[in-house]
């Protein structure tokens, strides 16, 4: 019996041509390409079950084992078990392994993959080297160093490697952050080099994947700008209630860096904390109180503090919920800052949801799919096995996914009850719609039918966060980024009701500042959320939402008459005089709103005070919140204020904070004074 064995694997050795390691990696690559593009073309929707190399031989396995029976058989089978396994590993101990999209290239061992190389880069399967400069040379004949590097002018810099480009895959993707400190034995490591798109490989001892950050987009707006009242005495903007930018800037400076600028909107840092504002008493959902203190970084200027603080119905009273959990498993979703972050934070969710809510699953990596039907919440051990099976690979189909997100959670819609689409992703649409307009169009077209969207960012370095601010403001949603299991249970369990229950919808907020009091004004943040003056009582206009509980802040700073901080000087020709008029008011504050599902807006206005109130604790909080994304943007116009200023403010007025966010904010910004220096 082992005589016959030995000899079927000899024969089978004889026959079994050497490997060829360049071949198979073409192989590979030309069949990684051809999936990629299918994957990307395909237009039923789908459902599948991805398995890995291991778990497709055993299968194979199984199957021999159960229609070979006979002694022959078995011998066979055991011959041909003992074949494959050879050929799944032999090859792989004898060749350096190849990943492709985003993930690293392994050294070069021979002159064949240097060709390979070259040819890759001229058609365009590799992205070619960005300085014109350098050339590819070896650096070494030796077959123990034989690594590719770069040369120019000035000499021998570290080797560095183009990355791949794959048709209908992202290509850079932030696989592993440093944080986690993966190192891969026996690869010369891809890491991203500052200023230019080339990657950096360093050697084995040190190698750690490092994110990419060039590809991340923000929703930005120029800061605004100081106004004049005699000229623009009116100021018209929609609330805000997310809070994905403070995210970003936690997730960068525990990674030891400053935020790009255009990251940080200062209302999502004033908002992300929640604030003890007075509950409303009267007919409306919520009811505004409103502030004048003076300002810390300025003297002579006050700051005016609007503070809103929505109503939390009782939570047996909330409405059956249909939810639709829009998961991204595109390629760059694989990542543990990504997709499994994500997976856990769901589970935390689903703990919060009663037996008669319902929870489909629907994913899109070049075509979307339903994973999981209308599930009651109460079937958790159905809707947990669905989320444990979702594995990341693929491009990123963002169109197809939320169209049939749509058309689920429509057939999910019933009377009297909440239905609501959770988009989870990087942010990253690159087959279908992915301009941020294209999409608030085809957003805007379906929030009318009662579904609302929000939308869930994780991870860095190819975050799209101006796609995920289109879809979550023009779905009527809210927008959070989630960079740790904290953050999803702030924001799916301990603010699940106000996420997902809507108590207002289109609230719009309008200043009239008064002349007479009132030389010049600055509303901070809130830029990407400006509105026209004619917009504030046109109901056609979308504006923010509130959710059950939900609180806003808005800051304005503002100058009176007369004082020596007045920053524009009279004009020669065409200034106005200051009016003569009464001076007892500071401005009028109107806020309009509708009521979930209703057409035509209500209507709040006060009067601001020109006297001066005390500032509690969460006014001197949200403050310093201000100063210190105003920091992280510049400063402009905060004159010697500085990052110990707002330390002390913010420590000063950290209170009770039974979920330690206060604290937190104040390490941010310790580290950010540091990193600053």
Request: overall charge negative.
């Amino acid at each position: 019996m082992t005589d016959e064995l030995d000899d079927l694997k000899a024969a089978f050795d004889a026959a079994t041509p050497a490997p060829d390691p360049l071949k198979k990696r073409k192989n590979i690559a030309r069949a990684e390409e051809i999936f990629a593009r299918t994957q990307g073309l395909a237009s039923e929707p789908r459902q599948t079950v991805q398995k890995g190399r291991m778990s497709r031989l055993l299968d194979g396995v199984t199957a021999m084992l159960t229609t070979l029976t006979s002694r022959a058989g078995l011998t066979a089978t055991t011959a041909i078990v003992a074949v494959g396994f050879g050929l799944v590993f032999y090859p792989s101990l004898n060749t350096p392994p190849i990943f492709h999209a985003g993930e690293v290239y392994d050294s070069m061992r021979s002159a064949d993959d240097e060709t390979a190389l070259q040819e890759a880069i001229a058609s365009n399967r590799v992205q070619s080297l960005p300085q014109e400069n350098q050339a590819l040379r070896r650096e070494s004949d030796s077959a123990a160093s034989s690594e590719l590097a770069l040369s120019d002018d000035a000499g021998s810099t570290p080797a560095i490697l183009a990355e791949p480009m794959l048709e209908a895959e992202t290509s850079r993707e932030n696989f592993a952050p440093q944080a986690q400190g993966r190192a891969l034995p026996d690869l010369l490591v891809v890491s991203p080099v500052p200023g230019t798109k080339a990657r950096q490989i360093a050697s084995p001892s040190d190698a750690v994947l490092a994110p990419e950050s060039d590809t991340e987009a923000y929703a930005s707006a120029p800061e605004n700008t100081l106004k004049v009242v005699t000229e623009e005495p009116v100021s018209t903007f929609s609330i805000d209630v997310d809070t994905a930018s403070y995210g970003v800037v936690r997730s960068s400076l525990t990674a030891g860096r400053l935020p790009p600028r255009e990251a940080v909107r200062v209302e999502e840092m004033i908002n992300y904390f929640p604030y003890a504002y007075p509950g409303p008493e009267g007919p409306h959902p919520f009811e505004p109180t409103i502030s004048v203190v003076p300002s810390p970084w300025n003297d002579g200027t006050r700051l005016v503090h609007i503070g809103i603080q929505g109503e939390l119905p009782a939570v047996e009273d909330r409405p059956p919920l249909n939810l639709v959990f829009l998961i991204d498993t595109s390629g760059s979703m694989q990542d543990a800052n990504k997709l499994p972050l994500l997976k856990q934070s769901f589970r935390l969710m689903l703990s919060e949801l009663r037996p008669e809510d319902e929870v489909s699953i629907v994913t899109y990596a070049g075509s979307a799919g339903q994973v999981l039907e209308p599930t009651p919440a109460a079937e958790r051990t159905t809707i947990l096995d669905a989320l444990d099976r979702l594995q990341a690979g693929g491009s990123t189909a963002g169109q197809a996914g939320l169209q049939q997100a749509y058309a689920v959670a429509e057939g999910m819609a019933g009377e009297g009850e909440v239905t609501r689409v959770i988009l989870a992703t990087d942010g990253d649409f690159n087959v279908g719609l992915s301009d941020p307009e294209a999409l608030k169009d085809f957003i805007a077209d379906k929030r009318e039918s009662g579904t609302y969207l929000s939308v869930l960012g994780f991870g860095r370095g190819n975050l799209d966060d101006a796609t995920m601010q289109a879809l979550a403001q023009n779905g009527n949603g809210q927008a959070a980024y989630i960079d740790t299991l904290s953050e999803a249970r702030k924001v799916l369990v301990d603010q699940l009701t106000g996420a997902l229950f809507p108590i207002a919808n289109d609230v719009k907020i309008q200043v009239e500042f008064n002349p007479a009091a009132i030389a010049e004004y600055r509303l901070i943040g809130y830029e990407t959320r400006a509105l026209a003056r004619e917009d504030f009582n046109n109901d056609r206009v979308d504006a923010g939402d509130i959710g059950a509980g939900h609180r806003v802040t808005a800051i304005y700073e503002v100058t009176p008459v007369g004082s020596d901080a007045i920053r524009n000087g009279p004009l020669r020709y065409g200034d106005q005089p200051v009016l003569a008029g009464d001076a007892s008011e500071l401005g009028y504050f109107k806020l309009r709103y509708k009521e979930p599902g209703a057409s035509t807006s209500v209507l709040i206005e006060n009067p601001i005070p020109v006297t001066e109130t005390g500032a509690s604790e969460d006014v001197r909080f949200s403050i310093a919140m201000a100063g210190f994304g105003e920091l992280l943007r510049g400063g402009t116009y905060l004159g010697a204020w500085t990052w110990q200023d707002a330390i002390d403010l913010a420590t000063g007025a950290r209170g009770a904070d039974p979920f330690g966010y206060r604290a937190e904010a104040v390490t941010l910004m310790r580290l950010a004074e540091a990193l600053d220096r």
